[in-house]
T-cell receptor, first 114, second 110 residues
Framework: DAGVIQSPRHEVTEMGQEVTLRCKPI?????LFWYRQTMMRGLELLIY????????DSGMPEDRFSAKMPNASFSTLKIQPSEPRDSAVYFC????????????FGAGTRLSVL | GQSLEQPSEVTAVEGAIVQINCTYQ??????LSWYQQHDGGAPTFLSY????GLEETGRFSSFLSRSDSYGYLLLQELQMKDSASYFC???????????FGTGTRLQVFP
């Protein structure tokens, strides 16, 4: 299995631009999670999906952030417009419903907003 | 609310044993997990405890005491490659998601 695949690995953009991060979960996993990691705030859960349905988006910082999961094998996290404070590493993770303590993380997208 | 506490940093030498503690305050409890993250890498699952006691996986062991809301990760025969950050995480009131601690940075010296 290829694991959780995220793209791009690195993104550098200017303030005000739209950023789209992509994630392909492990085949057969029915839960998908988006996290943000910074030195100051640690690893924060932004939103998660069960069976492609958003369950809890309470961690999404503000309306500039949105996430979709149109099918079981693809999810996006969009920031529009981006701001310098959005600079962070964004991780996508997936898990099986019967093993929710074990999440498999993608390699992450390092976002820099200038 | 829910919170986890773990030391920010631990240092040790190769071949030694180190214990990383984690205390938690949660509404409900469905298990305590441990994850390892090397610099520049992604968190990877190490161990999980749902019930009290010790779980052993090779050089790593994890312990849980639900009555004390406390757990620890024990790393034996330390190697340089064990230098990384270690996170405890709980499944609590919302059993679908994990709440991560702030992480403990372990530095192993030769």
């Amino acid at each position: 299995d290829a694991g959780v695949i995220q793209s791009p690995r690195h993104e550098v953009t200017e303030m005000g631009q739209e950023v789209t991060l992509r994630c392909k979960p492990i085949s057969g996993h029915n839960s998908l999670f988006w996290y943000r990691q910074t030195m100051m705030r640690g690893l924060e859960l932004l939103i998660y999906f069960n069976n492609n349905v958003p369950i809890d988006d309470s961690g999404m910082p503000e309306d500039r952030f949105s996430a979709k999961m149109p099918n079981a094998s693809f999810s996006t996290l969009k920031i529009q417009p981006s701001e310098p404070r959005d600079s962070a590493v964004y991780f996508c993770a997936s898990s099986l419903s019967g093993a929710k303590n074990i999440q498999y993380f993608g390699a992450g997208t390092r976002l820099s907003v200038l | 609310g829910q919170s986890l506490e773990q030391p920010s940093e631990v240092t040790a030498v190769e071949g030694a044993i180190v214990q990383i503690n984690c205390t938690y305050q949660t509404s409900g409890f469905y298990g305590l997990s441990w994850y390892q993250q090397h610099d520049g890498g992604a968190p990877t699952f190490l161990s999980y405890n749902a019930l009290d006691g010790l779980e052993e996986t090779g050089r790593f062991s994890s312990f849980l005491s639900r009555s004390d809301s406390y757990g620890y990760l024990l790393l034996q025969e330390l190697q340089m490659k064990d230098s990384a950050s270690y996170f405890c995480a709980v499944r609590a009131l919302d059993a679908d998601k994990l709440i991560f601690g702030t992480g403990t940075r372990l530095q192993v010296f030769p």
